[in-house]
């Protein structure tokens, strides 16, 4: 019995007597990705085991300590207490550095806790292998112009870059379309691949591209691509970019014409009044906006002398018209009327077109002396009744 004692108590008392000073230690760790490239974010999964028999970890910081070219995202946690023969799983998370050389990299993680009341400070290693990598960069991509209209030629310029620490093999850059397995309505002036050769690590190239969007082309907005690859690089990279194509809105004057006030005889006379039509078609490919049509006169025509046609859209037609009035004493002979139109065109600018119409104003006939005679003619006949009428009542009543 003093025996079975003696095998029971005396490795508890051992066991106290040697119990570790350092009761944390990291039992197990792992990387994701499993491949770190530069310029990537990691995440650290720690789990960390207090190997006391009896002594817990109390108010614990953790620390993960990075290497040069390393920045943190997440590296540090607080555990309130870890009981002894207790594991705990701890995430970090950092961010390689785009130019952060390929190796294996020590990363400390820093424990502080209080064992017994006592502070302890220890260190645990962590390994971080970063492999080198192929990989390119579209940069600074810029056009010549973001609103061109039908015709105009988009340059398109950009860098090829290479963001990896190995040199890039027979680096290719191309242009192309969103969406689509060719150009559509758009011309490629440029070719639509270009070449570049090596480019060492950290170095660029520029690339330049020209695109023309041909009359066919619906004004609109279009979204293209820049993509580049090299010899060795696992995944294109891709740069995308758009513009809006204009029209231009195009209004002409399709007729002018006039109709005399009551009369279905087109002819002006001193004192006439007459209606004048302006009539004007858009054959552009947008918008022609806020149309005001502004007619200029002498003096002897009178009359509103504005009128608002409002938008006129692509492919349609808008009507002016001005009643208008010619003095008594115009003067005979042509009148010349100067039109001119105003309208906002696709980039809310005001622009101005003008024509000319001239209208014959006549001179008033003088009274034919046949005409006067006839009434003359008739006052006598009345008067001729009425004085008989007269005189018959006279008679009457003599009688």
């Known amino acids: ?73 997440k590296t540090s946690s607080f555990e309130e207490r870890i009981e002894s023969k207790a594991q705990k799983t701890l995430l970090f998370s950092l961010k390689t550095g785009e130019s952060i050389r390929s190796g294996t990299y020590k990363l400390s993680l820093r424990m502080e806790y209080y064992r017994d ?50 040199e890039a093999r027979n680096v290719t850059s191309e242009i192309s379309k ?18 570049l050769g090596s480019i060492s690590p950290a170095d660029s190239r520029e690339v330049l591209f020209q695109l023309m969007p041909t009359e066919k082309v619906t004004p609109g907005v279009y979204s293209f691509q820049l993509d580049a690859n090299c010899l060795d690089c696992g995944l294109r990279e891709i740069e995308k970019f758009s513009f809006r194509v204009f029209g231009r809105p195009e209004p002409i004057f399709s007729g002018i014409d006039y109709s005399v006030t009551g009369s279905t005889v087109k002819k002006i006379f001193q004192g006439s009044m007459f209606s004048l039509s302006v009539q004007l078609d858009n054959i552009g490919e947008e918008k022609a906006k806020a149309v005001e049509v502004i007619i200029e006169t002498d003096e002897s025509l ?79 006949v009345i008067l001729y009744f009425l004085i008989k009428m007269v005189f018959r009542q006279l008679a009457m009543r003599k009688m």
């Not at 230690?25 to 310029?39: A, D, L």
């Not at 974010?41 to 040069?68: H, P």
């Not at 969103?178 to 070449?195: E, K, T, Y």
């Open 178 to 195: 969103v969406s689509s397995s060719d150009f559509g309505n758009f011309i490629v002036l440029s070719d639509a691949v270009q070449s």
């Open 1 to 73: 019995m003093a025996l079975l004692l003696f095998l029971f108590i005396v490795p508890g008392a051992i066991a106290q007597t040697y119990d570790v000073y350092y009761v944390l230690s990291v039992q197990s760790s792992s990387i994701s990705p499993s491949t770190v490239y530069p310029g990537g974010e990691v995440n650290v999964t720690v789990t960390v085991k207090n190997n006391s028999y009896s002594a817990a970890a109390e108010d614990v910081n953790f620390t993960l300590l990075l290497s040069e070219g390393m920045s943190p995202v």
């Open 302 to 380: 009178v009359g509103a002398k504005e009128s608002y046609v409002g938008n006129i859209d692509e492919d349609d037609s808008g009507t002016a018209l001005f009643d208008l009035q010619v003095l008594a004493d115009a003067q005979p002979g042509d009148h010349q009327i100067k039109i001119v139109v105003e309208y906002l065109d696709e980039f809310d600018s005001k622009q101005l077109m003008e024509n000319e119409f001239s209208v014959y104003v006549n001179e008033v006939p003088p009274e034919s002396p046949i005409g006067l005679l006839v009434l003359v003619i008739i006052i006598l």
């Open 117 to 166: 009341g006592k502070l302890v400070t220890q260190t645990e290693y962590i390994d971080l292998a970063v492999s080198d990598i192929q990989r390119l960069n579209v940069r600074d991509v810029s056009l010549s112009d973001y609103s061109p209209h039908q015709g105009d030629v988009v340059t398109v310029r950009a860098f090829i870059e290479n963001a990896g620490s190995l």
